[in-house]
C-alpha cells in the first residue's frame, strides 16, 4: 500500500531545471482548460507586446498572466493547505476575472463558476464569498453584474441568480 505521500498529488514540477507550484488537482477539467487557455492568451500577449516595445500593455498582459495562475493555484497561497482570509479572496478575484475573461466579449460567468473552479468539493460554502468579490469588482469597474440581461448596481439590494462579465475597455 502506498504511503499518503506517494498518494498525494505533486506539489512542484520541474521545468527545465527549475521548480515550479503545480496546478491546483481539485480544479475540475472544463474549469482548468479555460484558465489555462487564458494565462496562454496573456503570454502570448506579454510576448507580443514585448517585441512591440508597448510597456503600457505589457504591465496589463502580466497582470493578466498572474492572475491566471493565482486562480489555476500555481500563485499565492499554496493549494494543498488552509488559504488565508486575504489569500482566498485574491484567488477568488483571479478566477471570476480570468474566467470572465476568457469568455468575453460576449460571454459572462456565474458565481459558481468561479466557486467550482478554485473550490473543490467545497464550493458551495463560497457562492457568497464569489457574489461579495463580484460587487467589489464591479465597483472597482473591472467586472459588470448582471441578472436577465440588465446592469445591477454593484451595491444594490439584489438576490437570485446573476451573471459576471467582464467591464467593457
Given amino acids: 500500500m502506498p504511503s499518503t505521500a506517494e498518494a498525494d498529488p505533486p506539489r512542484f514540477i520541474e521545468i527545465d531545471g527549475r521548480r515550479w507550484r503545480a496546478t491546483d488537482p481539485s480544479i475540475p477539467e472544463a474549469f482548468r482548460a479555460e484558465l489555462v487557455d ?7 500577449a506579454v510576448g507580443a507586446l514585448r517585441r512591440a516595445g508597448d510597456d503600457d500593455g505589457l504591465g496589463a498582459a502580466r497582470r493578466q498572466v498572474h492572475a491566471a495562475k493565482v486562480a489555476l493555484g500555481e500563485r499565492g497561497d499554496p493549494w494543498w493547505g488552509p488559504p ?12 471570476i476575472v480570468t474566467l470572465a475573461g476568457h469568455r468575453s466579449p460576449d460571454g459572462s460567468i456565474c458565481p459558481s463558476d468561479a466557486a467550482r473552479a478554485i473550490g473543490g468539493s467545497g464550493w458551495r460554502s463560497l457562492v457568497p464569498q464569489v457574489r461579495d468579490a463580484a460587487r467589489a469588482l464591479a465597483r472597482e469597474g473591472a467586472v459588470q453584474i448582471t441578472q436577465g440581461g440588465d446592469r445591477l448596481d454593484p451595491d444594490g439590494d439584489w438576490k437570485g441568480p446573476i451573471r459576471i462579465r467582464l467591464a467593457p475597455g
Wanted: a positive charge; glycine letters at 6%; proline letters at 0%.
Fill in 84 to 95: 488565508s482570509e486575504a489569500g482566498q479572496r485574491e484567488r477568488i478575484d483571479a478566477a
Fill in 38 to 44: 487564458e494565462l496562454m492568451r496573456a503570454r502570448r
